[in-house]
């Protein structure tokens, strides 16, 4: 592979050329010698990128440097960013995660045994795209001064700057800080770049074949050759392994979705079910129109974004500094709740200064070891939970006591002892956070901070616009003050225990939820950005507990929430803000599907199920496949869901990195007994 001009190159790994990319569509005649082994991988997002990474670093040492393999990439999106990182998107689509907060390489932090092999995070990646178009720049003025072709070679660019990137994002990267939140284009430019690289860094002979298909099927004996059958295509690939990095499926509609979908189609109304917002018609919204969105997660700030800034609505600072919304009268109207019925927490602005809370403390990997010696499957409520609010209350008083002592009474030392006798969620605690935090907004309370709406009505729905856009300015101080860093030690917290929680596999939707509500949620500009819409009239909130019903009679959906009893809101449309359920028996992917069918097992949510240690299936009798693996989000294993931040032993290294070493190990075998054979 050559270095591919439309990205930049990072300067300590020049692009090489040891590994051939065979584009879509190519035929290559057939091998005449011993075939090398054969890889496919279905699925080419971040996951599979990462593993190639894992599988280049790991191959000198496993598999031999000089041994050449085939590796098959099947995806209908471009490898690198695949589906939800493909380039062809809105540029008002933004990641949710701050962009010296996203690497795809490992550093020391990460437990594995593989080679570590640095590499930049998105915003070193982009700053030394930055470097790189400015030494370019100065490089091509001082030659054209020389030539004193100044003029003419700006008036040759047409004004534009130079660089490797297209030219918005060349801007963007350029602008780009460690604390900003890229847009997904941007990061799709990152990934292909981390792809190009790691597909130049495997064994030298190494033969890369990109096929822009789906895979529908796999077939093979568990001690055979695999095939894998594309869409339209008669003749399989076949392979020594397969490797499924599936990511996000789309669902078939459950029950009460099939409902809602044949109602809408009975009265001609509009509904859209759980579903990638990218993906959704959203012209089929019209202006004026009331709209209610259920979830107010992250498919709800992109669908917020998509039908107004998307529709030529714009945002202007007023005079004293408030960011108003400057309606295009294109936009229809989105009645927005949920259970929660306010938007995830901003996320947080400011770093970490001084000690990190030094976790995993109550919930590490001997608490885990515990769990998974008894009996039976842990219970989450009565076995995990218990443990994880034990360990995220530490981290908060840690915190509070080492960064705040002017708000707490007494010694950390003395505190930490009494608490690690104290059951989490006891009386004891209770009594000893009281004597020791004298301000209640100190302590750390998680039931109020998951149900923040409990117990409180409003007397009208503008009420609870006020009340919700003083909920939601609130949260956005507290989030960029750090005064308040208690609340990040208890992020780093549940990061933690997000890692540690993978050994136990599949342990339910409500976890995820509660964890993307406090972790995971938008850039505090996007906050803002809700705000001026509410302030527009343009976002209604609806409350918490919200339910959507049926009006057959006079054919309309119609909402209402705990918030505001006896209001409710009509509409002729109805969103569902969120992605479908991940699971394997209601996945539209045939591939899945027929996998599950053909004996693959699922957990009791539903999630493909893999051996822990290297991702290998499972089949129903708990035995792991000897050819065939599964990483991400439809998997048990899917605790690292979200992009590595670095420095923090992420989940999804240390799995794409054990996969990798099982794959290489698997494929050395096979390929000794070919040698002897032949
Ligand atoms: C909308 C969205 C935004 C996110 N934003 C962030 C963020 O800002 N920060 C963060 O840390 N995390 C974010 N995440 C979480 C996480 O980083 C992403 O989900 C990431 O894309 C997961 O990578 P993946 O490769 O496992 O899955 P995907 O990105 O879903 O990639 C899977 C690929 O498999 C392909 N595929 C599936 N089935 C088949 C088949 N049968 N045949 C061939 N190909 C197939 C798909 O086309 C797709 O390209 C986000 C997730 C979503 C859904």
Redesign the pocket.
Known sequence: MSANPDHPAHPDHPFRAPATVVPPGTVVPPATVVPPATVVI????????GLIERIAANAPGLYGDGTPFELHL????PPG??????PDQSPLL????MAE??TMFTDESVEREGPIRPGPSLAEWAREAREAREAREVREIREAREAREVREVREARGGEPPHALPSELAAEAAALTGRSFAT?RL?SAYLRWVYERAVADLPPGTTVHEHR????RVTGPRDGRQQVWLEGRTAPLTADAVIL?????DAEPDAEQRALTAFAAEHQLIHFPPE???DSDVNALRPGEPVIVRGLG??FV?LMVLLTEGRGGRYERGADGELVYRPSGREPVLYAGSRRGVPYHAKIGYSLSGERPPVPRFFGPAEVDALLARPGRPDFRRDVWPLIAKELGFAHYHRLFTAHPERVAGEWSAFEEKYAACPPGSPDLDVLVAAAVPDPADRLDLDTLDHPLAGLRFGDPEALQQALRGHIEADLARRHDPAHSPDLAVFLALLSVYGQLIRLGDIGGWWHGFFSFLA?GPPGPRLEQLLALSRAGVVRFLGAETTVTTDPVRGVFRASSASVPGHAVEARALVEAR?PEPTVDRSR????RSLHRDGAAATPAGLLAVSPADARILDRAGRPHPRRFA???HTDARAS???ARPGTNAPAFRQNDATARALLRCLRELSCRATVTA
């Not at 279905?42 to 990128?49: C, D, K, Q, S, Y």
């Not at 099947?74 to 999106?77: A, E, L, N, Y």
């Open positions: 279905v699925g080419a997002g971040p996951r599979a990128t099947v995806d209908p999106h960013g695949g589906r939800i990182w493909r933004w990641m949710n995660s907060d996203v997904r990061q298909d789906r895979a529908v990095a599936l990511g996000h499926l990638y917002t990218a992250l498919a992109d995971s992605l992917d045939t591939l899945l990483l991400g989000p869901g979200a992009f």
